[in-house]
């Protein structure tokens, strides 16, 4: 079963595109988030939406853009984007934003170069 | 202040051995949750276990159990007769208690080599 699913898994782009990371959940989950991934750096948290509206924003720089239409659905809009924006960004679902025994379930993450 | 340490960069075992990896972490709140998580090279972010802190047994799912120290604010991951696909990064997280415990904090991860 493919709880959370990526597109595209991988993707490369120069600085001057416009391009969008697509996640979706099949959980019934009420959560999604964001990740970034980068070498040799732990998880960092980008992006928390909990029905559909968003409650964080870990001071990300505004070239990343999300977009929650709905509890399914996640979407990271990218444009000029710079080479250290370079990472494996993750996609998670949860059942309940916030709740002690709420577990976080990933995908398989997109693996994004900037040129 | 980093909240979750992992001491070990990288491990090898022996196919069929046990396997501890170690994690430490940092909350003066008496509530929270701890996670590991396996990440193969694949990417994705495989969750394994969970363990409440106010759990009074740990936490075992098959071939994981977690080694829960309350006083010393460990919550080491067991891997019982290792097998080949285990190798992978692992990663110890907690629920941020300086958040309301809504957002996750991850370790830096130990690099698990399984060997034949």
């Known amino acids: 079963e493919t709880g959370v699913t990526q597109t595209p898994r991988h993707l490369v782009m120069g600085m001057t595109n416009k391009k969008s990371l697509k996640c979706e959940q099949h959980?019934?989950?009420?959560?999604m988030y964001w990740y970034k991934q980068s070498a040799k750096k732990p998880l960092e948290l980008m992006f928390v939406?909990?029905?559909?509206?968003?409650?964080e924003n870990n001071s990300v720089p505004s070239r990343f853009s999300p977009e929650c239409p709905n509890s399914s659905h996640l979407f990271l809009h990218l444009h000029t984007l710079q080479p250290e924006d370079s990472a494996l960004y993750l996609c998670?679902?949860?059942?309940?934003?916030?709740?002690?025994?709420?577990?976080?379930?990933f995908g398989p993450g997109t693996r994004l170069t900037v040129l | 202040a980093q909240k979750i340490t992992q001491t070990q960069p990288g491990m090898f075992v022996q196919e069929k051995e046990a396997v501890t990896l170690d994690c430490t972490y940092d909350?003066?709140?008496?509530?929270?949750?701890l996670f590991w998580y396996k990440q193969p090279s694949s990417g994705e972010m495989i969750f394994l276990i969970y363990?409440?802190?106010?759990?009074?047994q740990n936490a075992t799912e098959g071939r994981y159990s977690l080694n829960f120290q309350k006083a010393r604010k460990s919550a080491n991951l067991v891997i019982s007769a290792s097998q080949l696909g285990d190798s992978a990064m692992y990663f110890c997280?907690?629920?941020?208690?300086?958040?309301?415990?809504?957002?996750?904090?991850f370790g830096p991860g130990t690099r698990l080599s399984v060997l034949p």
């Open positions: 998670a679902s949860s059942q309940v934003y916030g709740m002690g025994t709420d577990t976080q379930y």
């Open positions: 959980l019934g989950h009420n959560a």
């Open positions: 939406y909990n029905f559909k509206e968003q409650t």
């Open positions: 909350t003066s709140d008496p509530s929270y949750g």
């Open positions: 363990q409440g802190s106010y759990d009074q």
């Open positions: 997280a907690m629920r941020d208690p300086d958040n309301y415990g809504q957002n996750f904090v």
